[in-house]
């Protein structure tokens, strides 16, 4: 059963060191997907890439956030520096080629859970 | 991105069906409907998707009204583990970024 793997599950911290979260995507998956959840705010879309490229990272804060794809196993997500506020559980999913029914499907690994102190 | 409204919660009795209503009355003629849903502690799973008719996987079924205003989840017969909020968001063609509202947190009694 092909899923997405993250790393690490769980991360504490210190505010003002850097973090790097990451993902592995599905194989053969061209789509890939940072969320954040919080209680306050939900499930936020943070970035995502398509065939490694970034197609849009408007809902990351650019000054401490940045997302990368190094090859098409790995997807990175760094914080730096880590604040409090950043505290959250960040998902990353991957997503099927476009459909025959001409939609994504997307695949959800099981989140990092950061807190930052 | 095109709204969608959902109850904030729902319960239902083990190996009862259980209808959980979607509106999303803004809806365009060509965004798809998708269903999510997420157990506790856990990512959020693909459930079902659908654009005009109704649809039938082995998690669940899609029923899509005809003037696409509303829809409903259908699980046939819950069980204990389909205790989690499920999340109806539409889900534009030309793209593939899905917007999460609240969802739904659905309860079910043994």
């Known amino acids: 059963d092909a899923r997405v793997t993250q790393t690490p599950r769980h991360k504490v911290t210190e505010m003002g060191q850097e973090v790097t979260m990451r993902c592995q995507p599905i194989l053969g998956h061209n789509t890939v997907f940072w969320y954040r959840q919080t209680m306050m705010q939900g499930l936020e879309l943070l970035a995502y890439f398509r065939n490694r490229a970034p197609l849009d990272d408007s809902g990351m804060p650019k000054d401490r956030f940045s997302a990368e794809m190094p090859d098409a196993t790995l997807a990175t997500l760094k914080i730096q520096p880590s604040e409090p506020r950043d505290s959250a559980v960040y998902f990353c999913a991957s997503g099927l080629p476009r459909t025959e029914r001409g939609s994504y499907e997307q695949y959800f690994g099981p989140g990092t859970r950061l807190t930052v102190t | 991105d095109a709204k969608t409204t959902q109850p904030n919660s729902m319960e239902s009795n083990e190996e009862e069906p259980v209808h959980l209503p979607c509106n999303h009355s803004?809806?365009?003629?060509?965004?798809?409907i998708h269903w999510y849903r997420q157990l506790p502690s856990q990512g959020p799973e693909y459930v079902i998707h659908?654009?005009?008719s109704n649809v039938n996987n082995r998690m669940a079924s899609l029923a899509i009204a005809e003037d696409r205003k509303s829809s409903t989840l259908i699980l046939h017969r819950a069980t204990l583990r389909d205790a989690a909020v499920y999340y109806c968001i539409l889900q534009e063609t030309s793209g593939s970024r899905l917007t999460f509202g609240e969802g739904t947190q659905l309860t079910v009694n043994p």
């Open positions: 659908g654009l005009t």
């Open positions: 803004t809806i365009s003629g060509t965004d798809y």
